[in-house]
Nanobody
């Protein structure tokens, strides 16, 4: 099993930046592709970004391309989401997740963190 703990969320103004972190433990981190998802109030959870086992491949949702960057450190068992040019519509709880296969669908991710709140004010 993999345990995931997110951090770095908070309140930021429109146009600001945040860096989310996700600490992994419990299993070989480099054996999992990692993803970030988000869920806004009253909406379904949606894919944000994914990164392959060693970081060679990344995928982004269209609505974050050019603004968000996913990265990972297998030495530190960490995955990050750098979020720039934040918009009010980015307000959501952000979750990191782990999958044995490189996928963007929610159902393919077996392990999830508890989430961290990101709020973007006008």
């Amino acid at each position: 099993q993999v345990q995931l703990v997110e951090s770095g969320g908070g309140l930021v103004q429109t146009g600001g930046s945040l860096r989310l972190s996700c600490a992994a433990s419990g299993h070989t981190f480099s054996g999992y592709s990692m993803g970030w998802f988000r869920q806004a109030p009253g909406k379904e959870r949606e894919f944000v970004a994914a990164i392959s086992l060693f970081g060679g491949t990344t995928t982004y949702a269209d609505f974050v391309k050019g603004r968000f960057t996913i990265s990972r450190s297998n030495n530190k068992d960490m995955v990050y989401l750098q979020m720039n040019s934040l918009l009010p519509e980015d307000t959501a709880v952000y979750f990191c997740a782990a999958t044995a296969r490189y996928m963007t669908s929610i159902s393919s991710y077996a392990y999830w963190g508890q989430g961290t709140q990101v709020t973007v004010s006008l």
